[in-house]
């Protein structure tokens, strides 16, 4: 893990906004709906508290892990039968080298203007965690943007539960107190929950293209560019979407909604459809 100061006043709005939603789903929602000392209240405690705490945990993974560094060693090998694919740069057909960083840079990797430095596997950099978003920290991304789906779905779902219950009651008094906290609870979780949502599908959608954001992107102009020239734009990564699904989340199922990241290797060389291709003719 980085071992720099992580905490900027986007970050801080984050860390903010989730212990108010906590709190707030805890000691008003549920205790209004159901009473925090009864089953169903104890249950939903519980149940809302270990996707806090998992999206906690997953968010602080995000801000503090390394995206992943260039190795200051690190030298293309056109002969390296692991590497089949060199990417070039778009003019001049040469091998990616960063001026700014002074080495040549891996496929998948770019620089960020903020870090100045390389990132391998760069996605994006990302102002909310104060850190690039690559090839060591996407998954722990990704699955802190699920559980914060979760969350505020869930919180959004108790609220209105609230509500309606709180409507019920006679008591006056009751109702207006918690006045405050419904509207603002509203006003932060519906924008957040739609804006998240989007969000998780969209890297999902990536996920499952074996594509980062700056792939994306970049496909679209080399997508242009190839059926403008005659050609056919194919992207290489792609495996197929559970090749492609595994290769971000791990092999297990169970650790795929867990901070591990043992299987994503080293960051330099990534499977293609080549390595796949070279395989079946072996096999034959």
């Known amino acids: 893990m980085s071992s720099t ?3 900027s006043l986007p970050v801080f709005v984050v860390a903010s906004a989730i212990t108010y939603i906590y709190f707030s789903t805890v000691f008003i929602f549920i205790d209004v709906w159901f009473g ?3 089953s ?3 249950l939903n405690g519980i149940a809302f508290t ?3 705490f998992m999206c906690v945990l997953n968010y602080v993974h995000a ?3 390394d995206p992943g560094r260039v190795p200051a060693t690190f030298m293309p090998d056109i002969e390296d039968s692991r590497s089949p694919i060199h990417e070039i ?3 001049g057909g040469d091998l990616r080298y960063c001026q700014k960083c002074a080495h040549y840079k891996p496929a998948r990797a770019h620089h960020c203007r903020v870090c100045r430095r390389c990132v391998l596997r760069m996605d994006h950099h990302c102002i909310w965690i104060n850190n690039c978003v690559g090839h060591a920290n996407y998954k722990v991304f990704f699955i802190f943007v699920l559980y914060a789906v ?3 779905i869930y919180s959004l779902i108790l609220l209105m539960g609230s509500i309606y219950n709180d409507a019920e009651k006679d008591e006056q008094q009751s109702r207006g107190s918690f006045t405050n906290a419904y509207v603002i609870s509203g006003l932060l979780l519906v924008p957040l929950s739609v804006a998240l949502t989007v969000l998780l599908g ?3 959608y990536l996920i499952l293209q074996n594509k980062t954001t700056i792939e994306y992107h970049e496909g679209v102009r080399a997508l242009y560019l190839a059926e403008k020239g005659g050609n056919v734009f194919t992207n290489f990564y792609d495996l197929g979407a559970y090749e492609n699904l595994i290769s971000v989340l791990g092999p297990s199922i169970f650790s795929w909604v867990c901070p591990t990241s043992k299987h994503i290797g080293s960051g330099i060389h990534f499977p293609t459809t080549f390595d796949r291709a070279a395989a079946t003719s072996r096999g034959m």
């Open 40 to 42: 169903p209240g104890i």
């Open 150 to 152: 979760l969350g505020c």
């Open 36 to 38: 925090l000392t009864s």
């Open 5 to 7: 100061c992580k905490i």
């Open 63 to 65: 801000i503090l892990t």
């Open 50 to 52: 270990a996707v806090a």
């Open 202 to 204: 969209w890297h999902i």
């Open 89 to 91: 740069k778009r003019k």
